[in-house]
């Protein structure tokens, strides 16, 4: 039976890029049977060569966590529209907005590239992928709002306040000691005895600490490779309720029939 141009209208507008639920849980139904296999093929090595299965797991595939994401935000704002994943640049269009996907399987960082633009942001939490369970979260602010720009990437503050005084005996203390004043003065301990020793007496205190960089700062100064964060310890705890969680369950909860 043909199509007739009214049924191919509503395919257009409720799957404009192709990737339905349907063939978005066959995606991912093999991407968890090739981590599977490369799983049997270690352990197969692993008992005829002593721990020799060397086989990584696959990145996370970025078409699964970006449609992931639009079904996401499409359950969570079903008035706005679906996004569509065959986007100009970028990951995800609603409109005239980009929205930006972060998928992670681990606590290790995202990357950014220093001229990415959107206006939304979504991390996909990946950890559980085997059991098909993903939580999303929304970010809505831009990578150009105030907000997001003073997100500290890099760098540690020193807290100076409580620093102890070099001590008059300092060349007769013991390496221990030497090592532990370094600590307390925010110093590499490295190296032997007289290393230290040069250390307390000409570097400042918070020496060792690098200082605290900006998104904004980095992205401004064009530094590829350096943007890059940890969502749990950078991006969730400095963002707190601008950071809301969209959603929380089993892929089938996303299925929606589009």
């Known amino acids: 039976m043909s199509l007739t141009s009214t049924t191919i209208k509503t395919i257009k507008t409720k799957v404009p890029d192709g990737m339905t639920f349907a063939r ?14 490369k799983d049997a093929l270690n352990r197969e090595m692993d008992q005829e060569h002593q721990g020799n299965g060397k086989i990584r797991h696959s990145n996370f595939y970025s078409e699964i966590s970006e449609n992931i994401a639009k079904f996401a935000y499409y359950k969570k704002h079903p008035d706005k529209g679906l996004p569509t994943w065959n986007s100009a640049k970028g990951d995800l269009e609603l409109g005239e907005k980009q929205l930006e996907v972060k998928g992670f399987m681990s606590d290790g960082p995202s990357s950014f590239g220093p001229t990415e633009d959107w206006d939304v942001i979504l991390f996909v939490d990946c950890k559980d992928f085997e059991s098909k369970n993903f939580k999303v979260y929304e970010i809505n602010l831009s990578n150009k709002s105030d907000a997001w720009r003073d997100i500290k990437i890099s760098g540690s503050l020193f807290d100076a306040s409580n620093v102890p005084c070099l001590p008059e005996n300092i060349d007769s203390l013991k390496a221990k000691a030497l090592k532990d004043l370094c600590e307390k003065r925010g110093l590499t301990k490295a190296g032997n005895k007289q290393d230290v020793l040069t250390k307390l007496k000409t570097q400042a205190p918070g020496s060792k600490y690098k200082k605290p960089m900006t998104y904004g700062e980095i992205a401004d100064n064009n530094s590829r490779g350096q943007l890059r964060g940890c969502f749990e310890t950078i991006f969730r705890p400095q963002l707190g309720d601008k950071c809301e969680l969209i959603f929380d369950g089993h892929l089938s909860n996303l299925n929606n029939g589009i």
Do not use: H, K
Not at 24 to 37: F, G, K, S, W
């Open 24 to 37: 978005l849980n066959r995606l991912l139904d093999v991407y968890i049977a090739v981590n599977r296999e």
